[in-house]
């Protein structure tokens, strides 16, 4: 659902009990002669929606950054987008679709790594693994994992697009 769709039903659901309140405050007074405490009351239900929903849109701008910063390590800043305004796209236990798997290794890597120093094989690890991770999202694909100098890669999920082979 869309937060603008929730803030609408809400704040129509506002006015409704606000009028409704009203509605009965006159006829109370006019055909009954009580008179019932007007403004204050209907003051509170305003202020009342208004915590309400400044409560749930920070809640869910706090869920929404959550979820950003969880998923933006392993997938591009699109599929997060489209993720965070289409969260029914994630199902819990998965689905079976049609990816293509990247694995991506350093031929001679063993050799390399035992002929660099400590802080130069993790410079050489990061600068190489940031770049190809930065390819990664750029093609669309998702981030599994890292296995030493290896990386493993999905297109086409948790968003399926036809040409995820190609892309890989």
């Given at each position: 659902k869309s937060s603008a769709l929730t803030a609408g039903i809400n704040f129509l659901i506002m006015v409704g009990?606000?009028?409704?309140?009203?509605?009965?405050?006159f006829y109370m007074f006019?055909?009954?002669?009580?008179?019932?405490?007007?403004?204050?009351?209907?003051?509170?239900?305003?202020?009342?929606?208004l915590f309400v929903f400044l409560y749930r849109f920070l809640t869910e701008e706090k869920e929404k950054l959550k979820m950003k910063s969880m998923f933006s390590t392993y997938v591009n800043k699109e599929v997060?987008?489209?993720?965070?305004?289409n969260p029914d796209l994630l199902k819990l236990g998965?689905?079976?679709?049609?990816?293509?798997?990247?694995?991506?290794?350093?031929?001679?890597?063993?050799?390399?790594?035992?002929?660099?120093?400590?802080e130069e094989l993790v410079?050489?690890?990061?600068?190489?693994?940031?770049?190809?991770?930065?390819?990664?999202?750029?093609?669309?694909?998702?981030l599994d994992k890292y296995i030493g100098d290896?990386?493993?890669?999905?297109?086409?999920?948790?968003?399926h697009f036809k040409d995820h082979a190609l892309k890989a």
């Open positions: 009990v606000a009028a409704l309140y009203t509605v009965i405050c006019a055909k009954l002669y009580i008179n019932v405490p007007f403004l204050i009351p209907l003051a509170l239900i305003v202020i009342t929606f997060v987008e489209s993720l965070i305004d998965g689905e079976w679709a049609d990816c293509t798997v990247f694995f991506s290794d350093v031929a001679g890597f063993t050799s390399i790594s035992e002929s660099l120093k400590p410079e050489l690890l990061n600068e190489y693994l940031t770049a190809m991770t930065d390819i990664v999202f750029t093609y669309g694909g998702t290896a990386i493993v890669a999905i297109y086409g999920a948790p968003i």
